[in-house]
C-alpha cells in the first residue's frame, strides 16, 4: 500500500523530516516499509513509502490514519486537515429518498447530492499525488470518491442521478435471478445473500464492492451527483467479494471494518473538492439513515499490568496517557488506572491488551528487553497458581512423556468430551475418595453426542486404539497425558478442586518381541515401573485390588510407596471399545499428583572411565517370594561401589517342590581405579548371609 510523502503533510508536519527517519520510525511502531521511492514530475518532487500494512489496521489504510501514527512515534503534532466544507449536519428524510432493509448488514448509509456539476480533470495537485501512487485519473467527480479512499479512509460511490429512478435509493438483499452489469463490464448474477444498493427498479452497486454501470458518472455528460457513503458488515463484503471473485480498494477497507463516523467528513470532502473546481450546487442536506448509531467501546489499562507485559518497569502513566492521547483515545486517569474511550476507528482495540499493544509499539519495541522475568517472580495471576507448582507438574509430565517414548509407545491427543454413557463403563480407576459419579455435562457441547467431560483418558484412548486396530494395525502402543474432570465439586470453583491430571496407555495386539507374543499385564507392569522410576527414581509397586475393577486376577493396583496411584489389567469385553480390540488388550492410568509431591531435584555425579566388575548370583527361594522382595534386600544391603542389579533367570527346580532360583547379575565400579576380585568377593559375601537371614536358604 502506497502513501504520499506529500500528502500525509496535509495531516502533520512532515515536510521537513527526513524520510528515512519516517521509515524507521514507521517500521518500529509496526507499519513496515518495504521501499522508498522518489516521484518527480517538473517541478513537482515527492517521495512514496510502500508500507505492509497488517489486516488489523484499516485506520492505517490511508494518508491521515498512517500520518497520525508516524506523528506519535515521532513525537509531531498532529492537526489533521479539515474537508474544504463543513459536514452537514444529518437533515430529516421526509421524501424517503434512503431506505435500509437490511440494518444488520448496513447500520449506516447517507447521500449527498449535488447539482449542475461541471466536467473536468481533477487539479493539478491532486492529479500528480494520484500519479505517484499509481492510480488512474478518470474524472473530478470519480477522482474525488478515490480521494476521500486514499486521503480519510471512507470509501464513497458516485450515482448519476438522473439515471437514479424515483430518486430514492434502497439498501436491500439482491432478488432471485437479479444481474448486474458492473463498472468492469462483466455482467453477474447476484446470489440473494449479496447485499445491493438499489432504486425502485433495478441494483445500482453491489454493495461496497463495485458499483454498476447503468448508473456510473460519465464524464462530459453527467450534471446531477448523487454522492454515497456508508458502513457495511465486514463478513458480509467479504463473503460476497470472494463469491463473485473481486477484490476492489473499497472492500479491501470495508472487510477490514471502515470507520463508521467518517461517512459525514467522506461525503463533505468530495462534495468540497467538486464544488470548488466545477461548481455545481447542494442539492438539500445530506441525508443520513443510522438504524444503529455508533457506541464507542470503553477500556481500562492498569499500570502495573502495563508494566508486566511489556517488560519496561520505567513506563509512567502519563506515558500511556500522551500516546494513547496522540492516537485519538480519549483518556482519564484514576489513581494508577487509566479509562479510554476508543475512537470509531479503531475496530481492533476492545480489552486492556489492546491498550497495551498501543503504548508499547510507540514506546518502541526494540526497547522491550531480550529475556523473561523468572517464574518464581510472576504474580499467580498470570500463572493461574503458584509457580513451584507450575515447574513441578510441567517436568512431571515431561518425565513421564519421555518415559513413554523409552518404552516404545506412541502419544495420543484426544478430544475432553465423552459421552456419559459410554463413560459410564469405567469406574473410579484410580481410586479417588471424592470421585464423581457422573461426568460433567457442559451446556453447549461441541458435538451433542459427547456433553461429558472426561473423568478418565483410558475410554478415549481404547477408541484410538480400535480405530488403528480397524486399519490393520497388529501392535498397538498409545500414551496419553491429560486433564481430566474426575473431582466432586461446583461448577465455578477453583479448577484445581475438580480436575486431575492423569497418565494412561493401552497395549493391543502383538508386543515387540521376537517372535511376536500377545501383550500382557507384566509388559503393562513394566511400563509403569519404567515411569515412577523416570519421575521419581523410586520404585512403582503392585499389590492385588481390594476393589475388582478388572476381572479377577487380572489386575493390579499401583502404588508408590504406600500410597495408591492407579491401576492396570487385563480389560474385560465390556470395556474393549464395543469388542473391536482383541481379547488380551492391557491398559492402565495413573494420577500424576502423587508424583508431583515425590519429584526429585537434579542431581549429578562424575562418570567412571574405568571398566566394571560384573557378578552372577543365583538365590534359592520360595515361589511365593517377589522379585521386588528381593531386589528390596539387595539394595538395602548397601553395597560398597554397587552400581545396578539386573534380573536374569527364573528357574523352579523339580528335585525341591515350592523353591525357585532366581539368578542376577551385580555391576560394581569404582570412580577411581580398577576393582580387584577380592574387594567385589568381599561384598558377595558380605550380601550371602545378609540374604540367608532373609530368606532362609543357603545360596
Known amino acids: ?22 521509515a524507521a520510525t514507521a517500521n518500529e511502531i509496526g507499519l513496515e516499509i ?7 514530475e517538473g517541478s513537482f518532487s515527492d517521495t512514496v513509502f510502500d508500507a505492509d500494512v497488517t489486516p488489523n489496521r484499516p485506520d492505517a489504510m490511508n494518508h491521515r490514519g498512517f500520518a497520525r501514527d508516524i506523528a506519535a512515534g515521532l513525537g509531531l503534532a498532529f492537526p489533521g486537515s479539515p474537508p474544504p466544507e463543513k459536514p452537514d449536519a444529518p437533515a430529516p428524510d421526509p421524501k424517503g429518498r434512503v431506505t435500509i432493509e437490511v440494518p444488520d448488514r448496513c447500520r449506516r448509509f447517507a447521500v449527498r447530492e449535488l447539482r449542475g456539476v461541471g466536467s473536468g480533470p481533477s487539479p493539478a495537485k491532486w492529479a500528480r499525488r494520484m500519479r505517484a501512487l499509481g492510480l488512474k485519473e478518470i474524472d473530478l467527480v470519480v477522482d474525488a470518491t478515490n ?19 424515483g430518486g430514492r435509493l434502497v439498501v436491500r438483499f439482491a432478488r432471485p435471478g437479479e444481474t448486474l452489469l458492473c463498472l468492469d463490464g462483466v455482467e453477474r448474477r447476484l446470489d440473494p445473500e449479496d447485499v ?20 456510473a458518472i460519465r464524464p462530459g455528460v453527467t450534471r446531477n451527483v448523487l454522492l454515497e457513503a456508508a458502513w457495511w458488515d465486514p463478513v ?7 463469491r463473485h471473485g473481486l477484490h476492489t480498494d473499497a472492500s479491501h477497507r ?4 471502515a470507520d463508521i463516523e467518517a461517512i459525514p467528513e467522506g461525503l463533505a470532502l468530495a462534495a468540497g473538492l467538486i464544488r470548488e473546481s466545477r461548481g455545481g450546487e447542494a442539492g438539500g442536506s445530506m441525508v443520513d439513515a443510522c438504524p444503529r448509531p455508533f457506541v464507542p467501546k470503553r477500556a481500562t489499562l492498569r499500570l502495573a499490568r502495563l508494566r508486566a507485559l511489556s517488560g519496561l518497569p520505567e513506563l509512567s502513566l502519563g506515558r500511556a496517557i500522551d500516546i494513547l492521547e496522540r492516537l485519538g483515545f480519549g483518556v482519564e486517569a484514576r489513581g494508577d488506572t487509566l479509562e479510554a474511550v476508543v475512537p470509531s476507528w479503531r475496530p481492533d482495540v476492545s480489552i486492556e491488551e489492546d491498550l497495551i499493544e498501543e503504548v508499547v509499539r510507540i514506546e518502541g519495541y526494540s526497547k522491550i528487553p531480550s529475556l523473561l522475568p523468572a517464574a518464581t517472580n510472576l504474580s499467580p495471576l498470570y500463572l493461574g497458581g503458584r509457580a513451584g507448582e507450575k515447574r513441578a507438574a510441567r517436568e512431571t509430565e515431561d518425565r513421564v512423556s519421555d518415559a513413554a517414548v523409552e518404552a516404545g509407545l506412541d502419544e495420543a491427543m484426544n478430544f475432553p468430551f465423552v459421552s456419559p454413557e459410554r463413560e459410564a463403563r469405567f469406574g473410579n480407576l484410580t481410586r479417588v475418595a471424592e470421585f464423581r459419579a457422573q461426568p460433567l455435562v457442559v451446556a453447549n457441547p461441541l458435538d451433542a453426542t459427547r456433553p461429558g467431560l472426561r473423568r478418565l483418558l483410558l475410554p478415549g484412548l481404547l477408541e484410538a486404539a480400535a480405530l488403528n486396530v480397524r486399519n490393520g494395525r497388529r501392535s498397538v502402543a498409545l500414551f496419553e497425558i491429560g486433564r481430566v474432570w474426575d473431582r466432586s465439586g461446583e461448577v465455578g470453583v477453583d479448577p484445581a478442586e475438580i480436575e486431575s491430571r492423569h497418565f494412561a496407555f493401552v497395549l493391543a495386539g502383538e508386543a515387540g518381541d521376537f517372535p511376536p507374543r500377545p501383550a500382557d499385564v507384566l509388559d503393562a507392569k513394566g511400563i509403569f515401573c519404567r515411569v515412577i522410576a523416570k519421575v521419581t527414581g523410586g520404585k512403582a509397586r ?24 492407579g491401576a492396570l489389567g487385563r480389560l474385560p469385553e465390556s470395556m474393549r471399545s464395543d469388542g473391536e480390540l482383541p481379547p488380551g488388550t492391557v491398559g492402565g492410568e495413573i494420577d500424576l499428583a502423587v508424583l508431583d509431591r515425590e519429584l526429585p531435584g537434579v542431581r549429578f555425579r562424575e562418570y567412571s572411565r574405568f571398566p566394571a566388575a560384573d557378578l552372577d548370583m543365583t538365590v534359592p527361594t520360595s515361589v511365593g517370594t517377589s522379585w521386588g522382595e528381593i531386589e528390596e534386600a539387595v539394595r538395602g544391603a548397601h553395597l560398597a561401589l554397587f552400581e545396578s542389579l539386573r534380573l536374569l533367570e527364573l528357574y523352579e527346580d523339580p528335585a525341591r517342590p515350592g523353591i ?40
Do not use: C
Not at 1 to 22: G, H, N, Q, T, Y
Not at 34 to 40: L, P, R, W
Not at 662 to 685: I, K
Open 542 to 565: 503392585f499389590r492385588a485390588p481390594d476393589v475388582g475393577f478388572f476381572p479377577p486376577s487380572f489386575g493390579l493396583d499401583v502404588y508408590l510407596g504406600e500410597e495408591r496411584v
Open 196 to 215: 445491493v444498493v438499489a432504486d425502485e427498479e433495478r441494483a445500482l452497486s453491489l454493495a461496497g464492492v463495485i458499483g454498476g454501470a447503468d448508473s
Open 34 to 40: 518495504g521501499t522508498v521511492e522518489a516521484f518527480s
Open 660 to 699: 525357585r532360583h532366581v539368578t542376577f547379575r551385580l555391576t560394581f565400579r569404582a570412580p577411581d581405579r580398577t576393582l580387584s576380585q577380592e574387594e567385589v568377593n568381599r561384598e558377595r559375601d558380605r550380601l550371602f548371609e545378609i540374604l540367608k537371614q532373609k530368606f532362609g536358604e543357603t545360596p
Open 254 to 257: 470495508y472487510e477490514r471494518g
Open 147 to 165: 480521494i476521500s479512499l486514499w486521503g480519510i479512509g471512507q470509501p464513497l460511490h458516485a450515482f448519476d442521478a438522473d439515471r437514479v429512478a
Open 236 to 242: 458480509s463484503i467479504r463473503r460476497t467479494a470472494r
Open 1 to 22: 500500500m502506497k502513501f504520499s510523502l506529500d500528502w500525509l503533510s496535509d495531516f502533520a508536519d512532515l515536510r521537513e523530516v527526513d524520510p528515512a527517519a519516517i
